[in-house]
């Protein structure tokens, strides 16, 4: 099996990096069932999920939506979830691109989850980061 990741990032490489995480998702027995309730069109999820890296990564402005909106009404949503999510990015960022370059996907995927994490589980009257249950 040939090795050779991507050494830049490029509309082609985010697209296979997004391909691959949510093919790994729908397969996942944690992550699966709660994307399958939420997705009905998992054709414009994925070229949202594009523009959405393609702005991260590239600058390009692509994506012009609300995140925090929409993970609100994610039915099933939890911390254990984000931390899988996280897993499974870190994974296929590894298997596809350089070392570097899976580390900047990384770091970003991190300071997002912890911003969404925040918006949507974050109570003043209760500690952060949240105890283990
Ligand atoms: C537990 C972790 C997560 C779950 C279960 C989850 C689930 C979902 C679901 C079900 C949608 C589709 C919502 C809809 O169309 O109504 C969605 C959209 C999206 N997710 Fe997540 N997500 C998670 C974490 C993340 C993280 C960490 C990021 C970014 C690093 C992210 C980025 C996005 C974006 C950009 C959209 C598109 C929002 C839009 O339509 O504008 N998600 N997510």
Redesign the pocket.
Known sequence: MTDVKFAAVTDESIGRLVDEFYTK?RADPA?GP??M?????WD??LA??R???SS?MLTTGR?????V???R??????????????AL?DETARALFEPALAAVFNA??????ES??LAVFYRPDRPWPPTAA
């Open positions: 998702v992550l709660v994307f309730h939420a997705v009905h069109d414009s999820h949202t999920l523009d959405f890296w991260v994506y012009k939506g609300n995140p909106a929409k993970h009404q994610v039915e099933g949503i939890s911390h254990d979830l984000f931390a899988r999510w996280l990015f970003k995927a991190a300071r997002i989850a969404l994490q």
